[in-house]
Nanobody, 119 residues
């Protein structure tokens, strides 16, 4: 399984960014897709999840500001981030959980994309 993130960068507080994650090697439509983040000196934490049927779950800290979506036809998951705050600064990782072409279950991670929010 390969997950490739894109869309990170530097933005001012109050701004927006859209992260994308392209997946390959996985039976995408049957995977739970998620975005996690890790700030310096902190543990990796869940930001948002989306299951194949489109049901979503968000960390309290991002509810109302971030939106996760997926396009099963393109094997892609997105994270629209609005009203960004300096505390959103972190490396954002794409994650997939579920069947791949070679295993019944894989828990896979992308390499991460840096999001920096300036005050």
């Amino acid at each position: 399984v390969q997950l490739v993130e894109s869309g990170g960068g530097l933005v001012q507080a109050g701004g927006s960014l859209r992260l994308s994650c392209a997946a390959s090697g996985t039976i995408f439509s049957r995977n739970v897709m998620g975005w996690y983040r890790q700030a310096p000196g902190k543990q990796r934490e869940l930001v948002a999840l989306i299951v194949s049927a489109g049901i979503t779950n968000y960390a309290d800290s991002v509810k109302g500001r971030f939106t996760i979506s997926r396009d099963n036809a393109k094997n892609a998951v997105y994270l629209q981030m609005n009203s960004l705050k300096p505390e959103d600064t972190a490396v954002y990782f794409c994650n997939s959980k579920g069947p791949s072409f070679v295993r019944d279950y894989e828990d896979s991670w992308g390499q991460g994309t840096q999001v920096t929010v300036s005050s």
